[in-house]
Structures are given as structure tokens and as C-alpha cells.
């Protein structure tokens, strides 16, 4: 069984700055990407970033320049770091991760943490 964890989300004004983390716990033994997607009342969810095995990256056009991906291979984890916040970043963000238990690519995916961008 393999669970993400996410912390950092919360609510802060236009311009400030917020940092996601997911740690995937369990049994994992590769993991091809980690990464973030998000989706806001009434629209479908959408990739904001995601980072693949060697390093490749991909941002959403809209967060290009603001949001930052990084992760820790021998943690597992992924992180956000998010910053000149727009109201229109306001969503619940997911982190995902497509790994291998066994000889299988799963994707999984966390719980959901709440960002919300005041102007």
C-alpha cells in the first residue's frame, strides 16, 4: 500500500509565497514522477508541474516563472515552492506520483491541500 502525504497549504494574499510537500510512504521501490496538479470549482484538474526520473520538468504556462519543483529522491518526496500567488492559483492541489510496487506503473495520488489566493 503506498500513501502520499501532503503538508503547506493555506490561504495567503496576492504576491505572497507557499511551499507544498508530498512524502509517498510504503512499499515503493521506483518511482518514475512525482508531481502536482490542481483543479478549481468547476473546472477539471490540470497539471501545474511535474518532474520526472533524471530531473526533466514541466510547468503549466500559467505558473511558469512563479512555481518551482523540486524533488528528494531518497525521501521520495516532492515538493512546491509557489510564489507571486494569483488569486487564479486558488485550488485544492494534489500531488501525484507514478511508481512501481512490483513489475507495474501505478499513478497515485494524495489527499488534496486546500490553496486559496486573496486579492
Known amino acids: 500500500q503506498v500513501q502520499l502525504v501532503e503538508s503547506g497549504g493555506g490561504s495567503v494574499q496576492a504576491g505572497g509565497s507557499l511551499r507544498l510537500s508530498c512524502a509517498a510512504s510504503?512499499?515503493?521501490?521506483?518511482?518514475?514522477?512525482m508531481g502536482w496538479y490542481r483543479q478549481a470549482p468547476g473546472k477539471q484538474r490540470e497539471l501545474v508541474a511535474i518532474?520526472?526520473?533524471?530531473?526533466?520538468?514541466n510547468y503549466a504556462d500559467s505558473v511558469k516563472g512563479r512555481f518551482t519543483i523540486s524533488r528528494d529522491n531518497a525521501k521520495n518526496a516532492v515538493y512546491l515552492q509557489m510564489d507571486n500567488l494569483k488569486p487564479e492559483d486558488t485550488a485544492l492541489y494534489y500531488c501525484?506520483?507514478?511508481?512501481?510496487?512490483?513489475?507495474?506503473?501505478?499513478?497515485?495520488w494524495g489527499q488534496g491541500t486546500q490553496i486559496t489566493v486573496s486579492s
Open positions: 501525484y506520483v507514478r511508481g512501481k510496487p512490483n513489475s507495474v506503473w501505478y499513478d497515485y
Open positions: 510504503g512499499r515503493i521501490f521506483s518511482i518514475n514522477a
Open positions: 518532474i520526472i526520473s533524471g530531473g526533466s520538468t
